[in-house]
């Protein structure tokens, strides 16, 4: 039965769309997973276009440690329930061809937000707000608008339970809270399982430049509350990351469209001599151990100090050659979500880097919606690697 989303689809049509995916996707043709990574591209784009108009809202709190749990109508908290809205509805409705490559398993996502408040009487401009948001979005495409209840049932579809068997998409709508809010970097990071492992990854870096000695410039550049709409909505800056199980790791400006015939790097770590090394670790210390990493880099020959990025943004820059190596080690009863390491982990991993928990297991995405991840998390070419392992288990024993 066809719904009235694939109607108006077919009647506006989505040919800019699709030419834009393909160029992102160039070099993945052939690729058993190509078709779902051409939605998954548009999808993440989609969702940087909603964030980036949302991020203008928060212009006057950038410095605050305002997060969505102060103000359940924030910008940050509209941004996170639209961005997961517009991923979930674009992977059901712009598939395609990759649905029938879905061995005819019905639609999995495994998402962080639910519209449990929004439909609530109290939620009712918050959920005005979010769908406002969307539609906005989706008017500077060729796509139709979507009603209240479309967009609150893709919402909702990210309450699968995930697991090892069949296919689950993988969303945190957006990594890095605070680094939202601070315009600093966040990511758009969107996983698919296939029987619990992961074999596709998009980031979206909306606010990231690999061009500068910075790579969180966008702090400074054009973060003073003078900034027009205009100049932020004309910013060229942004990366996608993409990577397909066996096939490679690539990057392409998040901004590039059919018209600009967008130039897409292949991407390799860099492996480096621990004394040139440099480390990444979040910017919030409650959610790593600075001071026991800081004793591992130094175990293991690394000399420079860490270079600290909020968000999965850090797994693309590793994978860039831009830096060397990501350690975190959260406290023990600190939990980990399978969407906040899925996406980064099958980038890094076809850029040739090892990515483990702390005790050198490979990450389990299959156990549900959370992830085992032995406390703590180790990213780094393969050399680096085993010596930050080494340093750990020598500084624990």
Known sequence: MVNQTQVRLRKKGTASMAVASKNATRGFAGGRYEADLRVACEAVRLASKLCRASQLQLKENENTNQTKADKLSSPVTVADLGAQAIVSWALQNLEGEARTAARGDSFSLVAEEDSDFLRSEEGSDLRRRVVDLVNTTLASTDLPALTEQEVLSA??????????????????????TRGFVGNRQYAIALALLDDGEPVLGVLGCPNLSLETEDLDARSARGSSPSSSSSEAAEDQSGYLFLAEKERGAFAVGISSSEDENPAVQRIKVDEVAAEEAVYMESVES????????RRVAENSGITAQSLKLDS????GVIASGKASAFMRFPDLDYKEWIWDHAAGAIIMEEAGGVVTDAAGKKLDFSKGRTLNNGNGIVAAPPKLHKKLIDSIRALKN
């Open 155 to 176: 919402i909702d579809e990210g309450r699968s339970e995930g697991g090892s068997d069949r296919r689950h998409w993988v969303l945190d709508p957006i990594d890095g």
């Open 312 to 315: 999965q943004v850090k797994y």
């Open 286 to 293: 409650k959610h790593s151990d600075h001071a026991f990493a």
